[in-house]
């Protein structure tokens, strides 16, 4: 069973946090402004959730753990908000749940890697093996569009992120690099989603995200702001999340 905290009542949302991150990233919004039932959930690999890892690492897997803690806590619609990694996770989940009334994809995207981020995603398998700490310490400011404002917070994220297992970090990696390209799932599905990008998020480029999009599809785009919008402009993303409610 994934670790995960339950708080309030209401329509169900779900929040799924992204790599290298736990649940406790949702504290960065005051979300006690949604009248909602929240789950926040630590994904395998991650936070408090364990590392009984099956041997093929899966976007799909992680969906599926996930939905086992959903059946019977609601069977009404259900919004799920997936930050980067979670939201790969939150559209396989949406995929296999017909609950899932909506996906936000908070800096995240629904297509597959490309031939040059397949590599990267190897050569930081290879990295975390001899040097997962020094990973993570050159990994989580870069996410961030202005990192020195942010000191206190990238600390935080720093140290939970380096207690989490080799093993569960390569899970994830090899998990992100091998994902189903949804694009297709998105277009068919365009009411089911709604995507929140950072002008300067590297990791979710506009200008690839404007490409890929498709006209359809709900979009905020949040000027200003790098990867970690949920920090960078909170106030922005909690109106956001709670017209939804």
Do not use: C
């Not at 006690?32 to 899966?58: Q, R």
């Amino acid at each position: 069973m994934l670790f995960h905290k339950i708080e309030g009542e209401g329509k169900m949302f779900v929040f799924l946090h992204g790599f290298l991150e736990s649940s406790t990233m949702w504290k960065h919004l005051d979300l006690s402004a949604l009248s909602a039932k929240k789950i926040y959930i630590d994904l395998p690999g991650h936070g408090k959730s364990d590392d009984s890892l099956p041997d093929s690492p899966s976007i799909i897997y992680m969906a599926e753990k996930v939905n086992e803690l959903l059946v019977g806590l609601s069977d009404h619609e259900i919004f799920v908000v997936g930050h980067s990694m979670g939201g790969y996770v939150a559209l396989e989940l949406a995929k296999i749940n017909p609950s899932i009334a909506k996906v936000i994809l908070l800096n995240s995207n629904f297509w597959q890697d490309s031939l040059e981020k397949q590599r990267d995603r190897n050569r930081v398998v290879e990295i975390i093996k001899i040097a997962k700490d020094k990973f993570i310490q050159e990994a989580i400011p870069n996410l961030f569009s202005h990192p020195e404002i942010h000191s206190e917070q990238i600390a935080e994220i720093l140290d939970e992120a380096k207690t989490f297992s080799t093993k569960g970090i390569e899970f994830a990696t090899i998990a992100m690099r091998d994902r189903t390209d949804n694009s297709s799932w998105v277009m068919e599905n365009h009411s089911k989603v709604h995507v929140i990008q950072g002008a300067l998020d590297k990791t979710a480029p506009l200008q690839i995200m404007k490409e890929k999009l498709p006209l359809d599809v709900g979009f905020s785009l949040i000027e200003g702001a790098g990867h970690m919008t949920h920090i960078e402009a909170s106030s922005e993303i909690l109106k956001i999340l709670v017209s939804f409610n």
